[in-house]
């Protein structure tokens, strides 16, 4: 009974019954969950890194939204305890799903992690142990369990995955993007297959990836899709293109509770300021930006090597790290390539490496300036930031080789190969326990932590991109930081005054009754007409109302860029809050309605397998 399973249902045969899979399965899994465990030790121990590019940034992010999502904000987008106690809209723009998972571990570390560490580096972790595991469901449905796990393990230690996103960048929501990644890769497979689970699995896989990173899940997305178009039968081909777009575009509305207002608010921050300058604007964001710079590197290398120094920008020495980064796996997916070619009997797995050999020196050339013209035609591609941020489809392609070619590696023929390959994984290996290395020479405790840094976490501070306009203070130096303290000691947070319109002096008191995130209780007591200032960040959107009455007060923004309002004399309760807006409402109902056409298409796949099957029994 079990052959016959495992021939109907090929898609889904790791996922059987049959008790001798069953136990490869989990034995196989069990292995990547400990290698994943053994590459990330240092974070389960001191938490998310501390001297990576966006490790503080994730670990106050973790603590803002896991405290308000346990004190019942299920979806914290204002967070009201950052910059100093201002608050901020962070939730609003930067992606849920890191932050989410981070949430689930905070009830069992709060009490230990008042910073945010520990539960931001559980976070990555998690996404660790998921990325391998989804890396060998996909390609356990191309190839055999052996071959798909050693593909799955190479998907882990990629050193951009490892070495670069987890260690130097501390990059959270791009890590996480790994774990599903091989989910919509193994939709695709269940499509060509006829799978009732590939449409929903398409749709959940996609959201999610947009929901962790929509930017690298946007310039993800040709991949399956032409993957679908290349391997599909001619006649069936724009049958199974239709219905991957349709789900895919499902994804893209499951997660618009998140990416409306994303996308629609952006005037409200800062955000602009992400795809700009050298921090941001691709054009300053290649590989390598000219030959000058490409010698630069070479030449800083070469004194590495030999002892002697040579001086180098240090926008050219992270660019060199993320280019070393890509020239340790391009040279491995060219390499891999080989065996298949000679070895490789099945025509359909020949085809597998041809399109992913092709797939990773279209996504190679994108990261380098001549591919510009690409950019500028399309536009959307500025909001990826950095072109190096390609690499994730490198590993993506050095994963599937290597599960392809894994059965001809130790053949007597390959050997030259297989140890040019050992060479390629040893320098993975030495990069990643390199990069660990690095991103914690300084715990929190060490005297060498760095002022700024101290006093990032002290205040809870958003990056500038994300402050409400008009409030936006230059925070790169300590001079300014000290300006900042003495703006909190003269605006206490989450404290109010009232002024008299007329004569602009003190006239009564505004006692704070209750404080949320987004709704705020004051009780005023006004002798005449005032004006009334909250001190706590203004952010459009943002209205007044007397308790009882029907009239909305209007918000403005105060010149120091706090929320301030007129308001009538006498004793009342005023309420202050932040209701959502029209992006906020339509993204909460287009993801509602989504996740009900996901459950129809559901339950229509069960009846319609549930009929096929009894036609079968009967025929």
């Excluded at 509770?257 to 050298?278: E, R």
């Excluded at 840094?453 to 000290?482: C, G, H, Y």
């Excluded at 007129?566 to 992006?583: C, Q």
Aim: hydrophobic share 50%; aromatic share 12%.
């Amino acid at each position: 009974m079990g052959n016959k399973q495992n021939q109907r249902f090929p898609f889904f045969r790791a996922c059987l019954t049959v008790s001798g899979e069953r136990r490869e399965l989990i034995t196989h899994m069990a292995v990547l969950i400990g290698l994943s465990l053994l590459v990330t030790w240092p974070v389960l121990i001191y938490g998310a890194p501390d001297r990576s590019h966006d490790g503080i940034l994730h670990a106050v992010w973790a603590k803002q939204f896991a405290t308000q999502f346990w004190q019942g904000d299920w979806y914290p987008r204002w967070f009201t305890n950052t910059n100093g106690g201002f608050g901020g809209p962070s939730g609003f723009f930067y992606p849920p799903l890191a932050s989410y998972a981070s949430s689930l571990f905070w009830p069992l570390l709060a009490a230990r992690d008042p910073e945010g560490w520990l539960v931001a580096g559980y976070s990555l972790a998690l996404a660790e142990a998921l990325s391998g595991i989804t890396a060998y469901l996909w390609l356990r449905s191309l190839t055999k369990p052996k071959a798909a796990l050693l593909g799955a393990v190479v998907y882990v230690i990629a050193p951009y995955h490892l070495a670069i996103d987890l260690c130097q960048r501390g990059a959270s929501a791009e890590f996480w993007v790994f774990a599903w990644l091989p989910l919509v890769l193994l939709s695709a497979e269940g499509i060509l297959r006829r799978s009732k689970w590939a449409l929903p699995g398409a749709a959940v896989s996609y959201g999610l990836a947009i929901l962790s990173h929509p930017t690298v899940a946007l310039c993800f997305t040709p991949i399956p899709l032409a993957y679908l178009f290349c391997f599909s039968e001619s006649k069936e081909r724009a049958r199974t293109t239709a219905m991957f777009i349709a789900a895919l575009l499902l994804g893209v509305g499951f997660s618009a509770a998140y990416l409306l207002p994303a996308v629609l608010d952006q005037h409200k921050a800062y955000t602009s300021l992400y795809t700009s300058g050298l921090g941001g604007d691709y054009h300053y964001n290649w590989l390598w930006q000219n030959a000058r710079e490409l010698a630069d590197m070479g030449r800083y290398l070469y004194g590495t090597v030999v002892g002697a120094t040579h001086p180098i920008y240090q926008e050219t020495l992270h660019r060199m790290q993320f280019l070393l980064a890509t020239l340790a796996t391009l040279p491995a997916i060219v390499a891999l390539f080989l065996p298949i070619r000679s070895f490789e009997q099945a025509s359909r797995l020949r085809r597998i490496a041809v399109f992913y050999l092709s797939t990773a020196l279209l996504y190679f050339f994108l990261m380098t300036r001549p591919s510009v013209f690409i950019w500028e035609t399309v536009p959307i591609l500025k909001d990826l930031q950095y072109p190096f941020r390609l690499n994730v489809m490198l590993v993506v392609c050095v994963a599937v080789l290597a599960s392809v070619a894994g059965p001809y590696l130790l053949q007597s023929r390959a050997r030259a190969i297989t140890l040019f390959l050992a060479l390629i994984v040893a320098g993975w290996l030495g990069a990643d326990v390199w990069a660990i290395a690095r991103a914690y020479p300084a715990l929190r405790s060490a005297p060498q932590w760095s002022e700024e840094r101290t006093q990032w976490i002290r205040m809870q501070m958003d990056p500038p991109e994300m402050w409400p306009k008009p409030s936006n203070v230059d925070l790169s130096t300590a001079e300014n930081f000290a300006a900042f303290d003495r703006f909190v000691a003269t605006h206490p947070p989450k404290t109010a005054q009232l002024e008299a319109l007329s004569t602009g002096k003190t006239s009564g008191t505004a006692r704070v009754e209750s404080w949320q995130p987004r709704h705020v209780v004051l009780k005023v007591e006004a002798t005449r007409d005032s004006q009334l200032t909250l001190n706590h960040f203004y952010y459009a959107g943002w209205q007044g109302r007397i308790d009882g009455a029907v009239n909305v007060l209007t918000v403005s923004p105060s010149p120091d860029g706090l929320i301030q309002l007129d308001i009538p004399k006498g004793d009342y309760n005023l309420i202050i809050e932040l209701p959502k807006d029209r992006a906020e409402g339509a993204g909460m109902v287009i993801s509602l309605v989504s996740l009900s056409l996901l459950g129809g298409v559901v339950i229509w796949g069960c009846l319609r397998r549930n009929r096929t099957d009894r036609a079968a029994l009967t025929a």
